[in-house]
């Protein structure tokens, strides 16, 4: 589990212990939402059961340990937490949640959701710059992201050639090789199917 009732949370991680390096941060809070977002795509959409904790699709950012009082304290781990509702007046926050709907919408499409038992999975999770490739005979989907606070190059595995199209933006890449060398900002990610998805 990305969160838990017994993992700290992300968003406070970020904000709190955030790497960085020169102006990029994730600590700063756009930042560290968008870093949100690039870890949701790795989980929602890698194999198995899942589950969010508290608010965790809006940036929950009070530490696991928040005390009533609002300090922190390994003590206060059973206690009671803020509700986040007035987070959704933030337009920031509400962009980490519509990325998990999309997530979510994506993986209970028919597409998606018919073929997965039968998929191939592949990944490379040990490198700043990490993938995960999921492969039916419906449909195959990549996830590449940046974890790296500095822009990083890396030779991404695709499953064939073609027409790659970004879930996250709706624009399309041209794979001429099946390892095709890409260059990454920081913090940096996309979901590519080789088929336009229709939500």
């Given at each position: 589990y990305m969160e838990s009732h017994d993992e700290e949370r992300l968003m406070y991680l970020n904000l709190q212990f955030g790497n960085s390096s020169g102006s990029y941060s994730?600590?700063?809070f756009n930042t560290a939402i968008d870093r949100n977002k690039m870890a949701a795509s790795f989980f929602l959409l890698s194999p198995g059961p899942k589950m969010f904790w508290q608010f965790g699709e809006?940036?929950?950012d009070y530490s696991i340990n928040t005390c009533e009082n609002g300090t922190v304290n390994n003590s206060c781990r059973l206690d009671n937490k803020p509700l986040a509702w007035p987070y959704l007046n933030n337009p920031k926050r509400v962009e980490l949640l519509d990325w998990y709907k999309t997530l979510i919408r994506f993986r209970n499409s028919k597409i998606f959701n018919n073929n997965f038992s039968k998929s191939t999975i592949n990944h490379r999770l040990g490198?700043?710059?990490k993938?995960?490739?999921i492969q039916s005979d419906s449909i195959k989907i990549m996830v590449v992201g940046n974890f790296d606070v500095n822009p990083a190059t890396s030779n991404i595995e695709f499953p064939k050639t073609g027409i790659w199209y970004d879930l996250k933006d709706s624009t399309s890449i041209l794979v001429n090789s099946l390892t095709r060398s890409m260059s990454?900002?920081?913090g940096?990610?996309?979901v590519y199917t080789d088929k336009s998805p229709e939500l």
């Open positions: 994730t600590e700063n809006l940036g929950y490198t700043a710059v993938y995960l490739s990454f900002q920081p940096e990610y996309h």
